[in-house]
């Protein structure tokens, strides 16, 4: 993209910014710097300048350009968190560092953890807010990092808005486990808003913690039906107590039938008999796909890896026999086609 455009881009959207502060309306504005923000070496200099400018719109802008900046071209991340961590130590202005804690998430660097937890105890909740879901674009995975600390501070919140969202980033975003973090979500279980408490329990259920059992099977008997993360909570515990609760919904595209088949003892071994297969298959037919079946410990289902090599995220394994009708020959031929034949080339 010519640094014209770029520029020109850059303009429009400081023009809607200056304009949505009245109309309450920044979807033009988003539009124009993710386009802008495409050419990431194009955009990091426009970026840098107006994180540096006098006004604080300029200033708000420069950060949400270099957050998009960041989440489009890895190359510009490096740049964009000195910059970010140099501006936090000088901003003052609270819609600014929002922007900006919103940009140090999309940057995926661990290096702005300290911004972010030194901000968690910013006096305005709109900024506390903001800084309870950022944590979850550069968690540091340690049980006791200045993340998850910050973190449990923020779940107990005086602002209900700062806890649910701090209370969702800890128990369903972030992967880690400890003493610490069961404790500060099961505060959250007898939290007075509704909202908060679900964040809680679906948490907890996360890291397989029995006590919440009871409280699940409570989300699920809702009157008026249970949170589509609810059911992904009860596929991660994949006990048999929630599987009466489970079938009195109909299979639909909430992940019913994923929970029930997780719950459901039968199910639960014959699929991890089709997991074998499928994996033995998938061995015969290319074996230099180095493939592999593992559940991790957050996980909601058993999923198939490829080796290093190859670059895949990986599949489902239930998601993928659905795919493939339930025939396993079938399964492993699609996954053999979604691979370069160059890569995984049998000898």
Do not use: K
């Amino acid at each position: 993209m010519e640094a014209g455009v770029v520029a020109e881009l850059v303009g429009q959207a400081l023009i809607a910014a200056r304009g949505a502060e009245e109309a309450n309306d920044r979807g033009e504005y988003r539009t124009l710097l993710w386009r802008a923000a495409a050419d990431g070496l194009g955009s990091l200099p426009l970026g840098l300048e107006l994180i540096g400018s006098d006004d604080p719109i300029e200033r708000a802008t420069g950060c949400d350009l270099l957050g998009d900046a960041s989440d489009q071209n890895e190359v510009v991340r490096a740049e964009t968190v000195a910059a970010l961590v140099a501006l936090a130590e000088r901003e003052t202005e609270g819609h600014v560092l929002c922007s900006l804690a919103r940009a140090i998430e999309r940057t995926d660097d661990q290096r702005a953890v300290p911004v972010l937890a030194a901000l968690a105890g910013h006096p305005g909740a709109d900024v506390r807010r903001r800084v309870a879901s950022s944590f979850a674009g550069v968690a540091t995975g340690l049980p006791d990092g200045p993340d998850i600390r910050a973190l449990i501070t923020l779940t107990r919140d005086e602002d209900p808005e700062v806890r649910n969202r701090a209370t969702f980033t800890l128990g369903f975003q972030v992967e880690v486990d400890s003493p610490g973090i069961r404790a500060a979500l099961w505060e959250r279980t007898t939290d007075e808003h509704a909202d908060i408490r679900e964040e809680g329990i679906r948490g907890l259920a996360r890291r397989h913690d029995r006590r919440v059992v009871p409280l699940l099977a409570e989300l699920l008997n809702d009157p008026t039906g249970a949170h589509a993360l609810t059911f992904s909570a009860a596929r991660i515990m994949g006990i048999p107590e929630l599987l009466p609760d489970l079938l009195e919904y109909e299979p639909d595209g909430a992940g019913v039938t994923a929970a029930v088949n997780a719950c459901d003892p039968v199910e639960r071994a014959r699929l991890d008999a089709s997991a074998w297969d499928l994996l033995c298959a998938l061995d015969r037919l290319r074996p230099a796909l180095e493939a592999s079946v593992h559940m991790g410990r957050f996980d909601s289902g058993i999923r198939l890896g490829l080796g290093a090599g190859f670059g895949s995220p990986g599949y489902d394994v239930e998601a993928l026999l659905r795919r493939a009708g339930g025939d396993l020959a079938h399964a492993a031929e699609l996954v053999a086609a979604d691979q370069p034949r160059s890569l995984g080339q049998s000898s």
